[in-house]
């Protein structure tokens, strides 16, 4: 069993920064690709950001040139940093993973985190 445990997050003001991460734990990990999905209240759980083993990345056209994913593959951790906040940013991130080293989409997801909420205020 894989668990992914999120630290991070909080409450910021429009425009500033935050990071989040998340690290893998478990016997017989076996971690492919890795990333942050988020949901805000009334709104359908959305990819932000996915990165594999090798290092190739994904972003949802929101948070392109703001965010930026990175991983630790020797500490089973993934990264997400975010800039320049906004208030539509605001919502509950989940970390995510799946066995395999391919595309992440909610319905390819093997392991989920609990979530950390991100609040950006105006």
Known sequence: QVQLVESGGGLVQAGGSLSLSCAASGSRLSIGTMGWFRQAP??????????TSDGSTNYADSVKDRFTISRDNVKNTVYLQMTSLKPEDTAVYYCAARRLNTMLVSTTVNYWGRGTQVTVSS
């Open 42 to 51: 009334g709104k359908q759980r959305e990819l932000v950001a996915s990165i």
